[in-house]
């Protein structure tokens, strides 16, 4: 334990720190917006709970725990769907997920435009999350205005090389949610 608990709180002191430089890095370079600072499910084999408490420690939010607590439907899930038939398939997996037990949100990820587009058409409740994966800064804010213009009620997380750097310019786009894995 004399070497074991200093690793342990040195760890978790450096994903607070980390944590708390990306959100000044958003106070500093985007004041006003609404963008909160996530982390995400790529964790040290068994620290999840701690890497997350230490996230929320350095003022970020925790994404999800696990599998388990929300609906995520990725990228690679919708691979081969056409953009027409997004919407329902989205529609039929959320309505299933909900049933099947308590999850706190439905997220569904895209790479395009053309199916940010797709769920926008769908009803009040089916998504709650839409993550745009790896979309430059001018297609994040065309994503915001499409958003804005449909009067969907879901929110806009940007995840995907997301650097010191980047994160202002990237809350600067008017998305409310901004996921990175490299905290943790």
Known sequence: LERSMP?????????ATQTARYV????????GARASLLDTRKTTPGMRVLEKYAVRCGGGMSHRVGLWDAMLIKDNH??????????????????RARRAGA????EVEV???AQLAALLRLEPGVVDI????NMDQATLREAVEMRDE???GVLLEASGGVTLETVGAIARTGV???SVGALT
């Open 7 to 15: 690793n342990l709180v040195s760890r978790l002191s450096g994903v």
């Open 24 to 31: 000044a890095a958003v106070e500093r370079e985007a004041p």
């Open 78 to 95: 919708l691979a081969g769907i056409d953009a027409d038939a997004l919407g329902p398939f989205v529609r039929d997996a959320a309505a």
């Open 103 to 106: 999850i706190r949100f439905v």
């Open 111 to 113: 790479d395009s435009l």
């Open 130 to 133: 839409v993550l745009l994966d």
């Open 150 to 152: 449909s009067g969907a």
């Open 176 to 178: 409310e949610r901004i």
